[in-house]
C-alpha cells in the first residue's frame, strides 16, 4: 500500500524553503557546497543547487558521496557490496559542506557520511539538508535544514521518489 504525501509541486516548494534557508544561514555562498549521499541525495543535491542559485545568482559547487563502506551494517547487504563511487571534483578543505538526502532515520546514514567526508579533507563546517524527517533516530544526529517532519511508526517506509531514478518526484509513504 502506498500513499503520496507530496506530490511534484509540494516537493519543489520544500526545495524551495530549503533553498531560501540555506541562502540564509550562509551569508558567504561563495564558502558552501552541497554534498549529495548517493543515490536520491545526490538528485535533490542537484536540485537544491539549482534552486540556490536562481534565488542568490550564484553558482553552487555540488559532489556525490558514496558511503557503501562507511556503514556500520555493510554485512547485511552483502559479501560484496556495489560501491558506485563518490563525485568530488573540488577541496573539502575549509569549506561549509552541506550534506544532502532524501530521508533522515536513524542518523547512521549521515554518521557514516561524516566519516567519508572527513577521508577526504578537514571541511571548516558540515551541515545536513534532509528534505524529509522521519523521525527514530538511534544516534544524536539533527537536521540543520528539514524540507517536511513526517512521523512514522516503524512498520512504514518513507519513499523519496526523484526522475532520475523513478520517472517522478514525490514522497510516498509505505507500509510493510
Avoid at 559479501?79 to 530521508?103: A, M, Q
Avoid at 546514514?109 to 567526508?117: K, N
Wanted: aromatic share 6%; net charge negative; no cysteine.
Amino acid at each position: 500500500m502506498e500513499k503520496i504525501l507530496a506530490d511534484s509541486q509540494a516537493v519543489e516548494r520544500m526545495l524551495a524553503r530549503l533553498a531560501h534557508e540555506v541562502i540564509e544561514k550562509n551569508p558567504r555562498l561563495s564558502d558552501i557546497a552541497l554534498i549529495g549521499i548517493i543515490r536520491r541525495g545526490a538528485s535533490l543535491a542537484d536540485m537544491l543547487a539549482a534552486k540556490i542559485s536562481d534565488f542568490s545568482g550564484e553558482k553552487i559547487q555540488t559532489g556525490y558521496l558514496d558511503i557503501t563502506l562507511y556503514r556500520d551494517d555493510l554485512s547485511k547487504f552483502s559479501e560484496f557490496p556495489s560501491v558506485n563511487g563518490s563525485d568530488i571534483k573540488f577541496d573539502v578543505s575549509g569549506k561549509t559542506l552541506i550534506l544532502v538526502d532524501d530521508v533522515i532515520f536513524t542518523g547512521r546514514t549521515v554518521r557514516a557520511a561524516i566519516d567519508a567526508l572527513f577521508d577526504l579533507g578537514r571541511p571548516k563546517r558540515i551541515q545536513l539538508a534532509a528534505l524529509v524527517d522521519r523521525g527514530h533516530r538511534e544516534l544524536p544526529i539533527k537536521p540543520d535544514y528539514v524540507g517536511k517532519n513526517i512521523p512514522t511508526s516503524l512498520d512504514e517506509v518513507i519513499m523519496v521518489k526523484v526522475p532520475e531514478y523513478d520517472g517522478e518526484l514525490s514522497v510516498v509513504l509505505k507500509s510493510i
